[in-house]
Each structure stands twice: as C-alpha cells, then as structure tokens.
C-alpha cells in the first residue's frame, strides 16, 4: 500500500509517517519500480503501537526500545510497564508542581487586588510583585 493509504489505516499523517521513518522507529519501507514507497500490514499495527505510546507520551527514544525488543522476537511487555510506570510518576511530579503553582498564582493575584491597578510605572501594584517572583 501507499503511504497515503497507510495514513488513511492508521489515522497518522504521511508527514509523520515520514518522520518516524527518518527517526528510525519506523523501518524504512519496500519500494515499488515507480519509486512510491510499498507498506504492509505490519507497518499499520506498528504504526498503532507507536501512536499509541506517544498517546502516552513516551518518548521516541522509550518507543524504539519496546520495538527493538519486539523486532528481536523479545516480549517488550516488561519494558513497556517499567515505561509507563515512570510516565505515570513524572504526571504524579508535575500534578505537585502545578498544584503549588496554582496556588502561589491565586495567592498572587488576590494579593494584587488589593493593589492599585492605574500605576503605569510599576512601582506599586501588581506588576511590582510579579517582577520580584
């Protein structure tokens, strides 16, 4: 099949498709006499995986791990859970750090509703506060 049909397939667009295969988690594909590349059936479900890891947001670096193993006709599966794993305690990370965030910004601007919010210069409203943040 074409790349257009490949991308029709698996819902990932030929630009994309392009870029896996440059990056490597994409083997580079048959190609027809006339040039146009030549897919399978195979490249649809690794698509899948792929675009599924990244719905993840595991990295291309993590992505081509998981296949590596499985082009070695190694169960990725451990290494797959280890991934996700550690997705999962980085958001654990970022939900704490955003949480502190939001408080410090709604502490802020609480705070600077109590201040003047006509002073072009600065020197006493919230624009003071936020420059010493």
Do not use: W
Request: overall charge negative; some cysteine; aromatic content about 4%.
């Amino acid at each position: 099949m074409k790349i257009q049909e490949l991308s029709q397939a698996s819902g990932i667009s030929t630009k994309t498709i392009r870029f896996y295969e440059e990056s490597g988690v994409l083997p580079s594909p048959a190609r027809k006499p006339n040039g146009y590349r030549d897919y399978d059936q195979a490249d649809i479900e690794r698509l899948r995986l792929v675009a599924g890891a990244r719905r993840l947001d595991l990295s291309l670096d993590d992505i081509r791990e998981i296949l590596a193993l499985r082009d070695q006709r190694e169960a990725p599966c451990r290494t797959l859970l280890d991934r996700i794993q550690q997705k999962a305690d980085e958001v654990a990370e970022r939900i704490v750090v955003l949480q502190r965030l939001e408080a410090e910004l709604r502490d802020l601007h609480a705070l600077g509703l109590t201040f003047p919010t006509d002073d072009v210069d600065g020197k006493n409203c919230v624009c003071h506060l936020v420059s010493e943040k």
